[in-house]
């Protein structure tokens, strides 16, 4: 869905396939509001200023095999045979509103969900709402971070 534009320290930006846009941010102070995003086009000459041009390079063959290879299909991402990859940090305040705006285009609207204590009614009176978390590094401490989370919101107020 879109490609990151360097990577650590030299993150720029990241590349959205849909629109063909380029979303280049500046870190903010100690990263505690969500940063500055200038949105431009792959020729703009501050992306080459950001990066080496062995980066440079890549990022223009990498997003060349994307667009050969990759096509996104509602119909495989609702059934679970397709994935939608998104780059950016929530650490640093980076990405995070295009993932969101995407993921409220396409995903599902919120539906029923079957739970030990009987099925739970996203509209009934008790329900506070679903939590979601999508773990890159897999570090044991924050595996269940969203479970405990998840059942502290569904109890009723």
Do not use: C
């Amino acid at each position: 869905m879109n490609w990151p534009i360097g990577d650590g320290d030299t993150l720029v930006g990241v590349y959205d396939r849909k629109t063909e846009e380029v979303h280049l941010y500046d870190r903010t102070v100690r990263n505690q509001t969500i940063s500055p995003e200038y949105v431009t086009t792959l020729d703009d000459p501050r992306i080459e200023v950001g990066l080496s041009s062995s980066q440079f390079e890549e990022l223009h063959l990498n997003i060349g095999l994307l667009d050969e290879l990759a096509e996104y299909d509602q119909r495989k991402f609702l059934s679970g045979e397709q994935s939608a990859v998104y780059f950016g940090s929530a650490l640093n305040n980076f990405g995070v509103q295009l993932f969101l705006d995407d993921f409220i285009e396409m995903a599902p609207p919120p539906s029923a969900y079957a739970s030990d204590a009987g099925e739970i009614d996203p509209v009934s009176p008790g329900f506070s709402g679903f939590v979601f978390k999508n773990q890159a590094n897999m570090d044991p401490r924050h595996r269940d971070i969203a479970w405990r989370f998840l059942q502290i919101l569904q109890r009723p107020f």
